[in-house]
């Protein structure tokens, strides 16, 4: 067995698709990408994205192995914490999480910088690393450009994506956000459509393309990628890709929720510690990001 069954949902606030990859024999499975819901005009967060997850495993009678991050997402807080306290399971992201939390530590001159270690996960994965869900072979598979912690996750003949690569009519991922590089991305595509091009593809966000397509859709293929994605397809050169995604990326705002979300998703979820009156803070560095 090595095709996993995938249950998905779709987060409309964020554009975020969070997966269920699941061993039919087995019944066990990982969570990919979760949401956890937050409103930055009030600062409250809640759980209603992620109670669709949870309702879903339980109705299922599955076990959950694993709640994978692809990497340190800028447009959403992940609700891994919560997941894993509902449902068990490690908390997996890509072994460069280190740089990005150096980094965006910095940023915000955070208190805890020092003890940003990685350790906030119980995992981290290091590129081609094997593990199972149930009895189906997974490995991690490194792609970055967006992030320097990307990670993708190939599963059976799945694989998850995170912020690499969007449905073929919108294209790929910027690269503009601290380490992101563009020619980094390129190569890490390649990689990718070196896949068997029958390899699900599933996807971390879907935006609509300006015309044509209607509907939300979070699922692709390799073989469909290669051919028709409007960025990057076959015959596409490197320099190319790279010139037109340095100058789109210029044209680019900021993430809504990227402010809040580094803070939250490099410590795996948590929110940052407490101050001395029990209530924890998100920093808004001004003239910096």
Known sequence: MNKPEVVSFFDPDTNTGTHIAIDP??????IIDSVLDYDPASGRTST????????EVKKRGLTVQWVLETHAHADHLSAAPYLKKQLGGDTVIGENIKIVQGVFSDIFNLKDKNTLDGSEFDRLMSEGELFHIG??????FHTPGHT???M???IGDAVFVGDTIFMP???TARCDFPGGDARTLYQSIQKL???PDETRVFLCHDYLPSEGRTEYQLQTSIGEQKRNNIHVHEGSTEDEFVKMRTERDATLDLPRLILPSVQVNIRAGEMPPAEDNGTSYIKIPINKV
């Open 135 to 140: 009895n189906i072979e997974a490995h991690a």
């Open 48 to 55: 209603d994205s992620a109670d669709k997850v949870i309702a």
């Open 193 to 195: 459509y070196e896949l």
């Open 148 to 150: 320097p912690a990307c």
């Open 152 to 154: 993708a996750w190939v």
């Open 169 to 171: 009519d919108y294209g």
């Open 25 to 30: 024999e087995t019944r066990q499975c990982a």
